[in-house]
């Protein structure tokens, strides 16, 4: 039976239930007994012990249900934020509260009268103004959303299930040739960019993988370089934040390459370089980031965000073709695909959890493997082509 007590305001008796809602969230709710405080407590009392008893009953769970679907999305953002990533959550709490919150709020959708057909024309709406990448990810937040109140009983199917998600185009990657990455680590020589750039375009890490690596991540002694420490930036009620995590993208992103002599001096210089500037600098360097090697002159550690600005400024500045920083990802990957190295050993050094992620990326660039299969099939059919000649 739900908690509750008697309450005198103004002369009059106010029963006040005490109760946790589907989201373990304490709340009270008032309920006038019409009851004045003079000769009436017994009668007070009585109204009391209905009340809980009936809300306890099937009150609770018809209060629940009949809440806005946008207050429902809103209570649910403090149910997930404990269960996934700081910069997963800003995204879902930018989604509700920009987007599906004042769009079903002004709709008066109530979560139990939400329909397919509310969802589906929300998305067609969307689609309008943006690409159905985006709408994908709304409908991810919604579907986790509504698969938590079927969790609570507060819904008895997901109505997320019955709708038709919009289609996504096959993604085509920029990328750098040969000679363009040649010119690029020629122009970021000596430059803050420098590292970054020579990682992103030789080993293709991610942003967040440059930025987050740190001095213990290098093992000169065996000559490799892991990927286990990663640095994100993400909005949070309008703040940025900094995310640093002995975490990656995936559990296949955590992974080991090897360290190749030109990029071993390279690092061994940067290392050295480093300790005179904390030796010139003196009190005045940043300790703080002193594990990291993307860092300044006074020892302030790279925001991710310095990278993504500052990369399309440095190729500004030499005429080189406008790209993204995680286009040098794809540059890698492109070069990989040239040279002869199977998909399956490129969807290793970029970390992809999924070979299908790597083949519907480049597929398009796996000629040699097509040349492959084709001279293959002219010995294999070598007789019966004879004939057609």
């Given at each position: 039976m739900v908690a509750g007590h008697l309450q005198e305001k103004k002369g009059f008796f106010y029963i006040v239930l005490s109760y946790k809602d589907a989201f373990n969230k304490r709340k009270t709710?008032?309920?006038?007994?019409?009851?004045?405080?003079?000769?009436?407590?017994?009668?007070?009392?009585?109204?009391?012990?209905?009340?809980?008893?009936?809300?306890?009953?099937?009150?609770?769970?018809?209060?629940?249900?009949?809440?806005?679907?946008?207050?429902?999305l809103v209570n649910w953002l403090d149910v997930v934020k404990t269960t996934v990533a700081p910069t997963t959550f800003a995204s879902y709490s930018q989604i509700v509260k920009s987007t599906l919150a004042?769009?079903?709020?002004?709709?008066?959708?109530?979560?139990?009268?939400?329909?397919?057909?509310?969802?589906?024309?929300?998305?067609?709406?969307?689609?309008?103004?943006?690409?159905a990448l985006s709408v994908i990810h709304y409908h991810a937040v919604i579907h986790k959303a509504l698969k938590y109140a079927v969790k609570m009983d507060l819904l008895e199917t997901n109505p997320a299930d019955k709708v038709e998600r919009p289609k996504i185009e096959r993604f085509k990657a920029s990328f750098y040739d040969c000679n363009e990455m040649e010119r690029l680590?020629?122009?970021?020589?000596?430059?803050?960019?420098?590292?970054?750039?020579?990682?992103?375009?030789?080993?293709?890490?991610?942003?967040?993988?440059?930025?987050?690596?740190?001095?213990?991540?290098?093992?000169?002694?065996?000559?490799?370089?892991?990927?286990?420490?990663?640095?994100?930036?993400?909005?949070?009620?309008?703040?940025?934040?900094?995310?640093?995590?002995?975490?990656?993208?995936?559990?296949?992103?955590?992974?080991?390459?090897?360290?190749?002599?030109?990029?071993?001096?390279?690092?061994?210089?940067?290392?050295?370089?480093?300790?005179?500037?904390?030796?010139?600098?003196?009190?005045?360097?940043?300790?703080?980031?002193?594990d990291y090697i993307c860092v300044n002159q006074m020892g302030d550690r790279f925001s991710p965000d310095y990278v993504t600005q500052a990369f399309p400024k440095l190729l500004e500045k030499h005429g080189l073709r406008r790209i993204r920083f995680h286009d040098l990802r794809h540059s890698c990957a492109s070069l990989l695909l040239a040279n002869g190295v199977p998909m399956k050993q490129i969807q290793e050094w970029l970390g992809h959890s999924d070979f299908s992620t790597t083949a519907n990326i480049y597929a398009h660039l796996d000629y040699n493997s097509k040349l492959n299969s084709a001279q293959a099939m002219e010995q294999g059919l070598c007789a019966a082509l004879s004939v057609v000649s």
């Open positions: 709710k008032w309920i006038p007994t019409g009851l004045t405080v003079k000769g009436n407590k017994k009668k007070a009392e009585t109204k009391l012990a209905e009340a809980r008893k009936t809300f306890s009953a099937d009150g609770r769970k018809a209060w629940e249900q009949s809440m806005l679907f946008s207050d429902f004042p769009y079903f709020g002004d709709k008066m959708v109530m979560l139990d009268d939400l329909r397919p057909q509310d969802i589906q024309r929300y998305y067609l709406i969307q689609l309008e103004r943006i690409k680590f020629a122009i970021s020589k000596g430059t803050l960019l420098e590292v970054p750039v020579l990682l992103g375009g030789f080993y293709g890490l991610r942003r967040s993988e440059v930025v987050g690596l740190r001095w213990d991540a290098i093992d000169f002694a065996q000559n490799t370089l892991t990927i286990n420490h990663t640095v994100t930036s993400y909005n949070l009620n309008g703040k940025r934040q900094i995310s640093a995590q002995d975490s990656t993208k995936t559990k296949s992103s955590m992974r080991t390459l090897p360290l190749v002599p030109v990029f071993r001096e390279k690092l061994l210089a940067v290392q050295a370089q480093q300790a005179q500037f904390r030796e010139l600098c003196g009190k005045c360097y940043n300790e703080t980031y002193r």
